[in-house]
């Protein structure tokens, strides 16, 4: 039994309203759960939809974070993968009923009862889900991923949503050699899905509105890189694409021309998600290229794991700019304005 209860967080009381540094109780530990310490955790963009009830209503006070890494301080008696002080990483999802069909094929991500997320949730005894803007963390050890030895705390903690949110679909949609894949929006989720992709052997196309990026981009390994708005470049690449993956959406976006770029039965992965919902998508291009529109929601254990293993032989990993976990406050801040190249971490030991 772990007597050690209680943690303390930046938390949201409400919309617009600033984080606030307080103590909150952690989940009943139960003989399936993991506790650790938190000393990384990554700012996502789910973290300010959530602060701002972007995507439904959020139940607050909420402490957000889901690209969290800390080192094991208790185990359950049933957890037999971890151990104390192991490095561990958690990402968006935290529980499963680990029961129904999906589950038990390995898609705990797509839980046909509920997936609990890390934060602004509750687990099946009812207790509130918090995310890792925090000192501690408790949850199910089926959702609790041990750190490559070779990986640094800091590069892992992003791998847990934003890195898995991307590898995952390239993986189900079978990239390999001899591919070529677009992505569009080079940002945080973007940087890891050109990376992605030519570690899986297949050549990476950033696709950007601007040219501000382009030295990144080849930093980061493209073959190439596109204007959007470049008519004769776009022209020059229309239908070699064997998949885009789109990580930037807006309410101008333009379908037919992404589609134009397509081989017939290529793949649109969709892994952008907008407040309002998707408009405009053509028919006629869609059927007649015979293109799959995919939609992908994070990523399974299974993802996770092989998504960390793969990396740790390949050296895929963040760009990063680190903030102390004390000046959360700010770092939300510059995630607000844009200014992460191209994750932030908050770091509990600056």
Known sequence: MCTDNTFHGWSSAGKGEPLEWREFELKQFEEDDVQMDVTHCGICGSDIHTLDSGWGPTEYPCVVGHEIVGVVTAVGKNVTRLKVGDRAGVGAQCGSCLECDNCKQGQENLCERRA??????????????????????????????????????????????????????????????????????????????????????????????????????????????????????????????????????????????????????????????????LTGIPAVPLAFRQINLIGSFIGSPKDIEEMLEFAAKTDVKPWINKYALKDAPAAVQAMRDGKPRYRIVLDASL
């Open 116 to 277: 609990i997320l890390t934060y602004n949730d509750r687990w099946a005894n009812g207790d509130k889900t918090y995310g890792g803007y925090a000192t501690k963390w408790r949850g199910h050890h089926a959702f609790v991923f041990k750190v490559p030895d070779n990986m640094e705390s800091d590069i892992a903690a992003s791998f847990m949503c934003a890195g898995v949110t991307v590898y995952a679909p390239l993986r189900r949609a079978n990239v390999k050699p001899g591919d070529k894949v677009g992505v569009i929006g080079i940002g945080g989720l973007g940087h890891f899905a050109v990376q992605w992709a030519k570690a899986m052997g297949a050549q990476s196309v950033a696709l950007s509105s601007s040219d501000r990026k382009r030295e990144d981009a080849k930093a980061l390994g493209c073959d190439d890189y596109v204007i959007t708005s470049d008519v004769d470049a776009m022209k020059k690449h229309a239908g070699t694409f064997t998949h885009i993956l789109c990580t930037n959406f807006s309410n101008n976006f333009d379908w037919g021309l992404y589609f134009s770029l397509i081989k017939h039965n290529g793949y649109f992965i969709m892994v952008a998600l907008p407040e309002e919902p």
